[in-house]
């Protein structure tokens, strides 16, 4: 894989080749990286994909179609996406970023295709990036369905608790370990009735407690 590849799989042709250099260089590389077009590029596809849950459901109120683009535009989905696209070959890393396996890293690979979208924006315009994000995104838009709004793991085990009269569950924080740019939280999940006590991890506290959540509604569903 060449970064002239991935523009490829991309489905843009850059101009200005410069940008997609910089998209594709993280931090520890060099002074001239890539998070000022991770910033830009985040806007740009909260944007794109909110317009598109408009248009395509015209009835859905606004807390549904946020709950929709905040599942869409999250780290785990931009992962799996950068995962697809094979950005991790051609990023280029700082020598201690290689070695730990930042090419790998959830929380670098989401930043470098939101750079991705940030380039492709200053390249060819907002329609350009729209249309780039939504050809990429479209497998995702498939699997949607209207008014099956998916709720998170939060959301969904304090109403399981509600609806059964039961005490609203606690969450604490274990630890938080890793650099300052790149920790991992450790959250724990305290029921009272019935007795349960479950933990989840992330790449930050707000994941990490709905992997405790998430875990704690298996368990009592189990």
């Known amino acids: 894989m060449t970064p002239s590849q ?25 002074a001239l990286h890539n998070e000022r077009l991770e910033f830009l590029g985040d806007s740009v596809l909260n944007c794109v994909v909110a317009n598109s849950l408009y248009s395509r459901y015209p009835e859905l109120p606004e ?11 999250c780290q785990e989905s931009l992962h799996q ?41 200053l390249d060819a315009g907002f329609d350009a990036a729209a249309l780039t994000i939504n050809r990429l995104y479209e497998p995702l838009y498939e699997k949607l369905r209207p ?14 608790l509600q609806g059964r009269k039961k005490p609203l569950p606690r969450y604490q924080l274990l630890e938080a370990t890793g650099a300052a740019h790149d920790q991992r939280f450790s959250v724990v999940c305290e ?32």
């Open 6 to 30: 991935l523009a490829v799989a991309l489905g843009h042709s850059f101009a200005r080749k410069n940008l997609l250099q910089v998209a594709l260089t993280h931090r520890s590389y060099g």
């Open 63 to 73: 807390g549904d179609l946020s709950r929709l683009r905040a599942n869409l535009v």
């Open 81 to 121: 996406l950068a995962l697809s696209l094979k950005i991790g070959e051609v990023l280029l890393l700082g020598e201690g970023e290689l070695k730990s396996g930042g090419h790998q890293r959830p929380s670098i690979l989401a930043d470098a295709l939101e750079a991705l979208f940030g380039a492709v924006f």
């Open 147 to 160: 008014g099956e709004v998916i709720k998170d793991p939060k959301t969904r085990l304090q109403e399981w």
């Open 191 to 222: 029921i009272d009735n019935p007795s349960l006590r479950t933990t989840g991890t992330g790449m930050s506290r707000r994941t990490a407690e709905q992997a405790a959540a998430d875990n704690a509604l298996k368990a009592l569903k189990a």
